[in-house]
């Protein structure tokens, strides 16, 4: 052992060269830390003397500086930040006097993953903030003092309302109010920006004036990378369509001009969302989005920089308010103004497939079932049955196709591997006197794939699904896990997904099924690799995906397995061909086109060859 040492040292041993250099190194980094450690004592120092000049003067002198840079809102720039509430059964708003904002708003109902109160955005992280200019300067209401006025409980037919009204005063009786209203058993924020006597305040020539809302999204999911692409800004036009905000990569946000009128802008998560929404309408808006690095901390952060109509009237309100709430279908139609937009239910055509038909059949079950793994199970069988006579239309034509192989063998036989179209020709004429549509098992497997798509969509959209279990999985709104790994494996994390697990298997059973049912003599190149790799690719892709949708996809590949046993059981392959032979026997029925094509040439002169 002692030699050992002493050859590894002798070997290890850096030469010269390498001595020299990381020497270099050492000094150049030495350099920087010195740089480093004059420019912060050069801030300290202009930081020192800076307070020691405001120190120095007078009081007359800082309330000058302070007109001078805020004019009408000088006595607004300084006080004592305090905080208020505004709570009913479903939220909880917390507000504070700094800018006269919400500070944080909670959904009482619903914990995060980690079992900890569902905050939709609190503290600094956030940003609300009204900007003009006055007398030629810059306001900012963020750095500016508002004072609580009385607190307001008014009764009315569903019970009290509570209002906060905080105010922000300016030089001659002018000031403007944040009228904050919550009703009982709502989860909206009625939002008043109530302003008395700012036309002089804010000149004749205003006619917008800016709100500039910012907010960090915070992870509430355990599927962090999920939640995180779920994740948008939406928005609607005054009367027009809605819309939403493209994704985002990490640190290069995504970012739109919404140049005409804005009826509401919403910061969407996954299975919450906080929406600001106008009485008439904002003028105009510039929204973005912005992926934040990291494995924890933040999602991404949002923003909107909106324009509101002013008409300089001595007194004049903007109508607004403020929801924050779940992103459940029923709730959010309740609602209207088309905030059903902010649950994700594919491409249009897809989404009418989950409104009028997965939603409500689900809901149902819900009045009838209560757990939801049970509910997955008989929404699969009942899609199955549903789609049982396509499939049954599948299996039969790769029936067909499987008894015509002995003749389509002698017919590759015939033309050999260098008479390609003769071969193609022979074989669809045969397809053709048989009555057998090669096409058949396709055509039925793609009618039903509007189906798998909606539901790809609706099971990580649905909060119903949040925190709910199943067997072994916690909650079926995201993955669930049997097996945590000490490393990442990219592309399928770092764990392993019991119920994915089970849907690939399943799928590469069915799969095989499948193609031992249709196989003939022209196999589909590559068509054996495709049946394992696809297994796989679902493998990877499902394993940090909905847990729900994974035991959907399981249960369904089952069934269609049983489904493929009864089928087969059922039909007579030796009547079938018979059948075939007695079809080929048969002239071949010209279909209505060729009949006319024939006529067509006929009146023409064109003889029939």
């Not at 009385?150 to 019970?159: D, P």
């Not at 939603?359 to 789609?387: A, D, M, P, Q």
């Not at 049954?392 to 033309?415: C, H, T």
Request: aromatic content about 12%; hydrophobic content about 40%.
């Amino acid at each position: 052992m002692g030699v050992l040492l002493v050859g590894y040292s002798i070997f290890t041993k850096p030469s010269e060269e390498e001595i020299a250099k990381n020497q270099r190194i050492r000094d150049s980094i030495s350099v920087v830390e010195a740089q480093k450690r004059l420019e912060a004592d050069k801030n300290r120092i202009s930081k020192d003397t800076i307070s020691q000049a405001a120190a120095a003067l007078t009081p007359e002198q800082i309330n000058q500086k302070k007109v001078n840079e805020l004019g009408a809102f000088a006595e607004a720039s300084t006080g004592e930040e305090k905080f208020f509430y505004l709570e009913n059964k479903k939220i909880r708003v917390k507000f504070t006097s700094k800018g006269g904002r919400p500070y944080s708003a909670e959904m009482k109902n619903y914990q995060t993953f980690e079992g900890k109160p569902v905050i939709l955005f609190d503290g600094e992280s956030t940003h609300f903030n009204l900007q003009f200019f006055s007398q030629n300067k810059s306001i900012a209401t963020q750095n500016l003092y508002f004072q609580p006025q009385t607190t307001e409980t008014e009764q009315n037919a569903e019970g009290e309302s509570k209002t906060l009204t905080l105010r922000l005063l300016a030089a001659g009786g002018s000031y403007i109010d944040y009228v904050y209203t919550l009703e009982p058993d709502s989860y909206q924020l009625g939002f008043n920006i109530r302003m008395q006597g700012m036309d002089q305040v804010l000149g004749k020539s205003t006619t917008m004036i800016d709100l500039d809302w910012a907010v960090d999204i915070r992870q509430q999911e355990k599927g962090r990378k999920w939640e995180s692409d779920y994740a948008t800004v939406q928005y609607k036009f005054y009367q027009d369509i809605v819309g939403n905000l493209g994704m985002s990569k990490e640190n290069k946000p995504a970012e739109e001009n919404l140049t005409t009128k804005v009826e509401w802008i919403g910061f969407k998560q996954q299975f919450f969302s906080t929406v600001l929404m106008a009485n008439n309408y904002m003028t105009s808006a510039r929204i973005s989005s912005t992926t934040l690095p990291g494995l924890i901390g933040p999602l991404k952060t949002f923003s909107a920089e909106i324009s509101l109509p002013f008409e300089g009237k001595t007194s004049e309100d903007i109508g607004m308010k403020f929801y924050f709430l779940p992103n459940h279908y029923k709730i959010l139609k309740a609602e209207g103004h088309e905030l059903t937009i902010l649950v994700d239910l594919g491409w249009k055509w897809i989404s009418w497939i989950n409104k009028w038909f997965v939603i409500n059949i689900f809901h149902w079950l819900e009045g009838v079932v209560s757990n939801y793994g049970i509910i997955i199970i008989i929404l699969t069988i009942f899609f199955k049955l549903l789609v049982f006579p396509l499939s049954y239309k599948s299996f039969l034509s790769g029936a067909r196709m499987k008894v015509l192989k002995p003749q389509i063998d002698e017919i590759n036989k015939k033309f050999g591997a260098d008479k390609a179209m003769e071969k193609q020709q022979a074989t669809m004429a045969l397809y053709k006197k048989a009555g057998v549509n090669p096409l058949g098992g396709c055509l039925p497997a793609l009618l039903q794939m509007p189906i798998w798509i909606a539901l790809f969509r609706f099971f990580p959209s649905s909060i119903e699904l949040r925190q709910q279990s199943f067997l072994w999985a916690h909650d079926l709104s995201t993955f669930d896990s049997i097996l945590t790994l000490p490393f990442t494996i990219p592309g399928y994390g770092a764990h392993v997904s019991l119920f994915t697990l089970l849907m690939a298997l399943s799928m590469l059973v069915t799969t095989k099924m499948q193609m031992d049912q249709t196989q003939t003599a022209q196999p589909v190149p590559g068509m054996k690799i495709m049946m394992y790799m696809m297994p796989v690719m679902m493998l990877v892709w499902f394993n940090s995906y909905a847990a729900g949708l994974s035991v959907y996809y399981f249960f369904s590949n089952v069934i269609s397995y049983l489904q493929q046993i009864i089928i087969k059981r059922s039909i007579d392959e030796e009547k079938i061909l018979n059948k075939l032979k007695e079809n080929q026997k048969k002239p071949v029925k010209k279909s209505k086109f060729q009949e006319r094509l024939e006529l067509m040439a006929k009146e023409r002169g064109v003889q029939k060859r």
